[in-house]
């Protein structure tokens, strides 16, 4: 078996074509090889979510995928959520509510809850708590994140740009 | 424009570098050249390392070096913020599941992690201690090489320190009910989201190293010693940590990088894994003993405490907290007769560390939980048991330190109002409530320079780490009262020790009253530039001009900063610069050294039901109520309070580390290590504060930090106790434990 694969994906709507070890994550591949630093990398192991992007619309654990899994695929990361300068609504309104402490998680948390909002765009708060299970805030931002999310639902802004 | 004050809840300030991906933590930094690096550890706790064969892992390609402790200077240095016990690799023997015997630098992060595993040590396990009992045992082997201590009477043992406070006469004092009980409270980890990070590279005659530390100069002073460089060749760039909560307080591994950075001669990598972060810091787990004397008019007579922590191999900060963490033990009462002895006890465990609330929340467990009990048997309210001994605003609660500095009956009451105390309860569910405290700084020193630009923005320099309590927001808030900049006319630089002037620490939510004072009198010394300048532009004396809030004030016309600033600089341009310095010294004689700068207090109240099949805990509200002094950012603190809380239903709730019999952990990493996510939070929680302007920190502010974490497990415990009768003394009340005691309620065998 080959030790590389040629993969083609759109990263933040950029097309990229690249040689990629067959056996390096998604996580590697955006923050080694593309240097989108803004995915964070935790436990490695899909339990924690700071490493949270959207695959072809869905939230994904970058490290428990493959980037040659990801071959033809559109990745979304956050450096991919604002555009032109401007803040996606989510993005804002996690400032404004104060969901975001230390930041390590947000990133994850953005996508997790940008996808939720995708698939359920009137998300009621225990809804928004399930949907948003998978990504760990050790600073216990959890209220200030749903409110975030609640507030962006309820303006009908959907989860923000892609 | 943004122009927010003190007082307002402006956005963060770094807020929009965390939302968009763009705020660079350790592991976001990338140098050219860079070598990636993995240390080497043990599958056991103790053992005699018999030797080190680095053949295999030295030809694999792209390692670059191996090193052991015989690579580094002889004898190997040992460091410490307390002891100088730790050395830099582990030698001759290793003390804990963990301990590095060898660090491993290659082209890739692959590459080391395979030249690791190559890496051959012959070895011989040891006989070891991982628990009190264990430790404290006559025939115990010791952690500590006795050599370390010489001429201390305990270095026999395992004891590293026992420490004794107290007041009054606690054999005499008369009491109508003594109350006589033993908690624990388990080890548990802080489980930062960022991983702890470590970079060091060759810079001119000296080094830079990058860590993810909330004390950068402590760090620079302790790499200055190892390496035998001066302070001035030791660049500390500290980036924001992802998250601190004390572990990353203290140095870990950036001596052996910074050791192998400069013998590669390239810059060295070492990220954790969260598993390696498992073992690199924790809190110390603790059992107490408690007796509380009680009189019938519910008159607290005496405690009696007695308090074991189980600290690590190596002391790191682990005494300090015993030493501090236990002395308000007796809380924040008026009582007559107080004697705490409590010892640090070392044993063959990864280290352990300042964590959020510094060896408060393990006596305030206990103590808090006694209360409640003794409540109970003098037939009293448990609210009003407190309210009767609570210290009153000037009471000398602790004889020999800060009076009681703030109206702590009104934030008891406020919480109790807003659990609904007294009202009726659902059938099912019970009501707790616990008051904490928390000894703040009792050193502290910090500098600021602060810089107003000719066009009126302003530069605060701040050696603090924003780790996420929002330090930077609070000092750009100062600056922009005091300077009447708008906020994003305000930059904070931090983080970077060949910038920055000195600041002690962050810790014990020292920040917005230590660095806080210092950025003010910063500004209070540009505003006299700016009174002597409008004094000679317009001819009027200073001592009819007023500077505050960036109004220039004559007598006959109100300027802005800006227009005097301009005026006065004129077309040569310029600034002005002002330094602010503030310090809390040091008392010798004082049992910690110091008195508190201030007190963190804090009521926490909650509603919980338990699910009589399963032991399953809901707590239906939630309240915590904190004397802050002064909100400079009334968002932010409510950020830190329910962060804290939610924090502390971790270690109530689920978090403990499970050790097996060759002293490794059994549960690292999040898999089997559980903390709190968004499915295990009360259904409802609501924070509020107590502003009475009485703390010593800029207008009027106390630190608040850790407040609400303190006594999140008595105020759980209690509900628990009254919603099912269940009665528990050991943490955390997992739904098998509070099943077992359902079980004992009812007088089953289980």
Known sequence: ?162 | MNAARIGDSPNRVGGRERVTGQQMYVADIRLPGTLQAKLVTLDCARARIISIDKTAAENLPGVSLVMTAADLPQPVPRFGPQFEDRPVLAVGETKYHGDPVAIVAAETAEIAAEAARLVRVEYEELSAVYTLAAALAPDAPLVQDPSLRPKDPLAGTNVLREHRVGWGDVDSEAADVVIDNRYSFPIVTHFAIEPHSFMAAPEGDGVAVWSSIQHPYWLQKILAKILRLPLARVRVVAPDPGGGFGGKQHTKYEPIVAFAALRADRPVRLILSLEESFQAARRAACEVHVRTGVRADGKIAFQDIEADYLIGAYADIADRVVSKGSYPGAGPYNVPAVRIVARSVLSHTLPSTAFRGFGNPQVNWAVESNLDEAARAVGLDRLELRLRNLARKGDAFIPFDTACDGDWQQTVRRAAEMIGWGQPLPAGHGRGLAVGIKSGPTTGHSYSTVRLLADGSVLVYAGTSDMGQGARTIFAQIAAQELGAPLDWVTVVMGDTALVPYDQQTSASRSTVLMGNAILRACRSIQEQLRRMASELHSVPEDQIVVENGIVRLPDQELTVIQVLKAGLGRMGGELIGNGESRKDAEPDHPLQGSAAFFEFNCTAVEATVDEGTGDITIVRHVAVSDVGKALNPLQVRMQDEGAAIQGLGHTLMEHYIFDDKGRVRNLGAIDYRIPTSMDLPLEMESDLVENGDGPGPYGSKGMSEGALLCVAPAVAAAVREASGAVIRDLPLTPERVWRALQERDGKEV
């Open chain 1, 1 to 162: 078996m080959a030790d590389t694969l040629p993969v083609e994906m759109i990263v933040n709507g950029r097309r990229r074509a690249i040689e990629v070890p067959v056996n390096v994550t998604l996580l590697d591949l955006l923050r080694d090889e593309l240097g989108l630093t803004g995915t964070k990398e935790c436990c490695d192991v899909g339990e924690c979510g700071a490493c949270t992007v959207l695959v072809d619309g869905r939230a994904v654990d970058s490290c428990l995928m493959l980037a040659v899994e990801a071959d033809g695929a559109e990745i979304t990361t956050v450096e991919g959520l604002a555009a032109d300068g401007q803040l996606s609504p989510l993005q804002q309104a996690f400032l404004d509510k104060g969901a975001s402490q230390c930041g390590f998680c947000t990133p994850g948390q953005l996508m997790a809850a940008h996808a939720l909002l995708q698939e359920n765009p009137d998300p009621s708060l225990p809804q928004i708590q399930e949907g948003l299970s998978g990504n760990l805030c050790r600073c216990g931002c959890y209220f200030q994140i749903a409110d975030a999310v609640l507030a962006v639902a309820q303006s009908g802004q959907e989860g923000g740009r892609k």
